[in-house]
């Protein structure tokens, strides 16, 4: 159950996460919070960087 | 044989073409440099008989810009002798051993070279006058590894893993230690690459403009931030910037000449790989 | 070899005659009140105006001489001089001792406490020259002062941004019959707008028939800081837009909160000013206040509005100036009612321009600094240090022989600057100046390039302008 | 073994700290103030403000124009420089005379402070004295990098490519002349014209030394500044107003601290993203080779 397509360590797991947050957030500014919060985002990247670092 | 000749005549004919290209705006400096300033606005005459020296007189003699010679001077100097000494050892301790996370650190020294300058100047700014390190040679001498480092690892990591691994084991066991090890086996060996990065180090320190014209003011100020001062209320100094920008150019293009083989050597960016 | 000889004995001389000692009219009490402070570096810096080179080539190494009080002082572009002033002003670091401060920006720098009150200094009689006489200084020591009166810098150049033309082509008896034949009425210093427009035209038109490099317009339109001073400094306010068009009251510039900045009469003038580029050189979109007077002194230019504290070399200096003898000068075309406002004190048609010398909040040597700057404003080095910038901070100075004979050089410049200088005014005391000025750079160069309609670049200034003020808290 | 390891991180310790003391702690810096805002001549001084610089970035349409302005100058300089530089390292894998000075002249404009070649070029391109304008207006072109934003756009890109093509035909020597024989000779023995040897060895065989030139152009081009600033100052108008530009005016002009800090720190991410995406590009294709 991996997400990333290559062989990662810690630390390109949490570049990864963050580099995506950073750019989701951004997205979400600017196309999205019209209809939903910001802090959907949060959690929701959160999360996901939580499991990116799990599982690899 | 014919097509010979015509390939040849072709050749010479390209290279002129660029050689040209080149030089022309080297030359119209040089042409500027020498004209007065009622001679530089009558109009772009291309050949240029007189000399006015006066344009090279007054800067460097009255002005304080034989002072940001020898700042400059002392900076790219300092700066290329901290950022090679720093570089062969981190760059050997790279090659060598397996350092964990290497790769992740190598990328991060990476992106500090590549990130456009203009994104450290506020934080630059407020924490180099905090720790009092504005306006100081020893400041810029620092600052400058921010780029310079990053560049020069890279530079001499694909020469340091070209040079055999059984040698230095050899020379562990002979009972070098480590800075023996540096000193006698690698050091001979990457001298071209060394010599190349040196150069280019010292060139990009020697060119830098924009950190010195927002973190220098009198002490520590650079020629290259000079050029920027003479755009001023009574009217640019054409001749005089001119001049300022000769002289700036003429110690880069020194070292590129002699250095110009080595440069070539050097540049193979062969271990990007990590 | 005989030509290098020559050469550097012309070195040599020119460098001779700027250390001869100008006069010095105690040199006791100097010496007595720098002796505490002996061996002290006092750090300056300033733009590269012709005053403060006269201050850094002249003043300076005087005073050093005198006094045994070091001076390094920096002259260098006026971005640079501004970057490093005022980060030095912000951090506290205390690099310099005394700066330039230009008359605009003053009112930045009161509002932080960035700057010495210089009023103790003036009243203590150790380190105060007894005929300093702070009564003798012209109405322009007044944007120095903050609301109670307190002077915060010593004014050392002033100037007029004002109308300049080549008397030599205005009286040509041929040109003014060419003139005439074409537009009906005399050939003569402008007084409205349209007819400035008319010698414009008129004189471009003339320098194409005649195939030779003369234009009737000049301006400084790069896409630099400059562009929106002369829009805010002359153009506007000769419109009858004040204050860079805000409401200096409720601190708002767009028509619907109080402002003019977007009135019909701005964008009238904005339209005029970007039309007006196609009488000017061709590189006018690339001169900065350093092109226009260069270009003119090259004799290029029939008229314009320039800075005047350019005349000393103008007028004089052989090497770089086509135009000597050549040079009139007067006051600038206004719109209908413009002129009367100003009579009244109601309004301004030009920008007096100029700075002056104060000492930051954070200088270490602020006694040694207040020394330096008495000596550049002292009594006795005014009419030199007029010939050799063109500018006057004392009323004094007007009645030396010296500036007498100056004066009909330039054309009267000096007799204008005394008799019309009331006629002008500095900036408005606006503290957000900088980012201001970035905004108005933004917009009106991006009228001057056609990006926008000069309309359509006012509307969005003005709005930019309202929120940048909300924003800071205005 | 263990005492080689306490050495591996004392070579490495001078730099880590180094490139900590000025890499890392002036980004969490900016981190910090990107959250402010705070302008020096604000009233009311730094303000907490959270995300809304990021807010007010993402619908800057200056900024986006910026962005977009510069992109399309690194694509167009990486464009030209690139094929022309393989053109001319080929050219001088030729032997003839006069190869070494003219090598030497190619190398000139290398070794040139960037603030240098924009003062010589407005030397050369100013419409009063430079000569380029004037012979062009013999001719009947209006050439005025001060009125038309295209003419504009196109001299800087001409002026980086003067620059730094010599750099491309470097390294591309460098490469060249680091490659194996074999497949040369194979390729004679099979009768292969210049054309198809040139592009069916020498380009593959190239490959990871033009990937990684581009890489270090393109991270170059993006951070543009000196040249620019000397020649248009990001005029006319914003017709060559590239995001070092842009952001230098925001930091000294506007003394806007709290935004420009965000707009530093986004600059920043995009770099690192383009580096990383790039970096992880090269070492694919090198692996596959």
């Given amino acids: 159950m991996r997400i990333l397509p290559f062989r990662s360590n810690l630390w390109d797991r949490i570049f990864i996460g963050v580099v995506i947050m950073f750019a989701v957030h951004l997205l979400w500014v600017r196309f999205v919070e019209k209809f939903l919060p910001l802090t959907v985002a949060t959690v929701g990247t959160l999360f996901f960087l939580v499991l990116l670092v799990i599982t690899g | 044989m014919q097509r010979k000749t015509l390939r040849l005549v072709l050749v010479y004919l390209v290279c002129i073409l660029i050689a040209a290209f080149t030089l022309f705006p080297i030359y119209w400096m040089f042409v500027v440099s020498a004209r007065t300033k009622l001679e530089v606005f009558s109009g772009p005459k291309l050949i240029q008989t007189s000399f006015y020296a006066f344009n090279y007189y007054r800067p460097f003699f009255r002005d304080i810009y034989g002072r940001y010679l020898v700042n400059s001077l002392i900076i790219a100097s300092g700066n290329t002798l901290l950022v090679v000494s720093l570089a062969v050892l981190a760059t050997y301790a790279f090659s060598r051993f397996r350092v964990p996370g290497s790769s992740n650190l190598f990328f991060w020294t990476i992106t500090n070279r590549m990130a456009p300058p203009a994104v450290f100047i506020v934080p630059f700014f407020l924490i180099f006058t905090r720790l009092g390190l504005r306006d100081t040679r020893i400041g810029m001498i620092l600052l400058y590894c921010i780029f310079n480092l990053p560049f020069a690892i890279w530079l001499l990591k694909g020469m340091i893993d070209s040079i055999p691994r059984e040698l230095d084991e050899a020379a562990y066991i002979d009972g070098c230690s480590l800075f023996g090890v540096l000193w006698n086996v690698i050091l001979p060996l990457a001298k071209p690459g060394i010599m190349t990065t040196a150069i280019l180090t010292w060139i990009f320190a020697w060119n830098e403009y924009l950190f010195a014209a927002i973190l220098t003011s009198v002490n520590a100020r650079t020629i290259t931030t000079g050029l920027a001062e003479f755009v001023t209320v009574i009217g640019t100094n054409w001749g005089e910037m001119a001049a300022v920008s000769v002289v700036c150019l003429i110690p880069a293009v020194v070292f590129i000449g002699i250095a110009q083989r080595h440069i070539i050597a050097g540049l193979t960016f062969g271990a990007v790989k990590d | 070899m005989k030509k290098l000889v020559g050469l550097l004995v012309v070195a040599l001389l020119v460098l001779g005659s700027a250390v001869v000692f100008a006069e010095v009219a105690n040199p006791e009490w100097w010496q007595k009140a720098a002796e505490p402070y002996k061996g002290v570096v006092i750090k300056g810096i300033s733009e590269s105006t012709p005053p403060s080179k006269a201050m850094v080539e002249v003043a300076a190494p005087e005073f050093e001489k005198l006094t045994g009080i070091k001076v390094q002082f920096e002259v260098t572009s006026w971005d640079e001089m501004y970057n490093k002033s005022i980060q030095d002003l912000q951090t506290g670091a205390g690099i310099y001792d005394f700066i330039y401060v230009e008359q605009d920006i003053i009112y930045a720098y009161l509002a932080q406490n960035w700057l010495t009150n210089l009023t103790p200094f003036i009243q203590n009689s150790a380190i105060t020259e007894p005929n300093f006489d702070v009564d003798d200084f012209t109405s322009f020591i007044n944007y120095f002062k903050d609301e109670k009166g307190n002077i915060y810098a010593i004014p050392f150049e002033a100037f007029l941004k004002s109308y300049i033309y080549r008397k030599d082509l205005f009286e040509d008896p041929e040109i003014q019959a060419a003139f005439k034949a074409k537009y009906g009425y005399d050939l003569a210093v402008p007084t409205t707008w349209e007819q400035y427009t008319d010698i414009a035209k008129f004189f471009t038109e003339y320098g194409k028939e005649k195939g030779i490099e003369l234009y009737g317009h000049i301006a400084q339109a790069k896409t630099h800081p400059c562009v929106a001073y002369e829009m805010c400094e002359s153009i506007w306010p000769a419109w009858g837009i004040y204050n860079w068009g805000i409401n200096l009251e409720k601190m708002r510039a767009s028509v619907e909160n109080g402002g003019t900045l977007n009135s019909d009469q701005a964008k009238k003038a904005l339209r005029w000013y970007v039309d007006m580029l196609q009488y000017a050189p061709p590189g006018v979109r690339t001169y900065t206040w350093d092109e226009t007077a260069a270009v003119f002194g090259a004799g290029k230019v029939a008229q314009g509005l320039i800075y005047l504290e350019n005349l000393g070399w103008l007028a004089q200096d052989e090497t770089r100036s086509a135009v000597i003898g050549k040079i009139g000068v007067a006051l600038p075309p206004t719109a209908p009612g413009v002129m009367d406002d100003a009579k009244a004190g109601k309004g301004y048609i030009g920008y007096y321009d100029g700075g002056a010398l104060g000492i930051p909040h954070s200088s270490k040597n602020k006694e040694a600094a207040w020394l330096f700057i008495q000596w550049c404003a002292r009594k006795e080095w005014q009419p030199e240090f007029a010939r050799l910038a063109t500018r006057v901070v004392r009323k004094s100075t007007f009645e030396d022989p010296l500036i007498k004979e100056l004066d009909a050089k330039m054309g009267g410049y000096f007799t204008l600057l005394k008799d019309y200088g009331y006629l002008f005014a500095g900036a408005p005391a606006l503290p957000m100046h900088r980012p201001l000025n970035e905004l108005y750079l933004k917009w009106i160069s991006k009228a001057v390039a056609g990006e926008v309609s000069p309309e359509e670049a006012l509307d969005n200034l003005a709005k930019e302008v309202d929120e940048l003020m909300q924003e800071l808290g205005y | ?289």
């Avoid at chain 4, 402010?36 to 730094?46: A, L, P, T």
């Avoid at chain 4, 304008?133 to 050439?143: A, V």
């Avoid at chain 4, 490469?175 to 210049?194: C, F, H, I, M, T």
């Fill in chain 4, 1 to 289: 073994m263990r005492e080689r390891k306490a050495q591996v991180w004392g070579l490495l310790a001078p730099t880590l700290f180094l490139m900590f003391a000025i890499g890392v702690v002036p980004v969490i810096y900016i981190l910090y103030l990107s959250a402010f805002k705070y302008n020096v001549f604000s009233r009311v001084g730094m303000v907490y403000t959270g995300f809304n610089n990021f807010r007010k970035l993402v619908f800057d349409t200056d900024f986006l124009k910026s962005l977009r302005l510069g992109l399309t100058f690194v694509v167009l300089c990486c464009g030209i420089e690139l094929p022309l530089g393989l053109l001319i390292a080929n050219l001088l894998t030729l032997e003839f005379r006069g190869k070494g000075l003219f090598r030497t002249i190619m190398t000139l404009p290398l070794a040139m402070a960037p603030i240098t070649i924009g003062s010589m070029w407005v030397l050369l391109m100013n419409p009063d004295i430079g000569p380029i304008p004037f012979y062009l207006r013999k001719l009947g072109i209006e050439y005025n990098i001060g009125v038309n934003p295209t003419q504009a756009f196109f001299t800087t890109v001409l002026v980086d490519i003067w620059h730094w093509t010599p750099f491309v035909v470097l390294t591309f020597m460098a490469g060249l002349s680091a490659l194996p024989k074999q497949p040369y000779e194979a390729a004679l023995v099979d009768g292969a014209n210049r054309w198809q040897v040139f592009r069916y060895i020498t380009v593959p065989l190239l490959k990871p030394v033009i990937l990684t030139t581009l890489f270090i152009r393109i991270m170059d081009t993006f951070r543009v500044f000196d040249e620019v600033w000397m020649l248009t100052s990001g005029g006319p108008g914003t017709a060559t107003r590239y995001v070092s530009i842009h952001l230098v005016r925001l930091v000294l002009q506007s003394m806007e601290y709290g935004y420009s800090s965000a707009m530093s720190l986004f600059l920043l991410y995009l770099t690192i993203v383009m580096c990383w995406l790039l970096m992880t590009f090269i070492s694919s294709s090198q692996e596959a080779t």
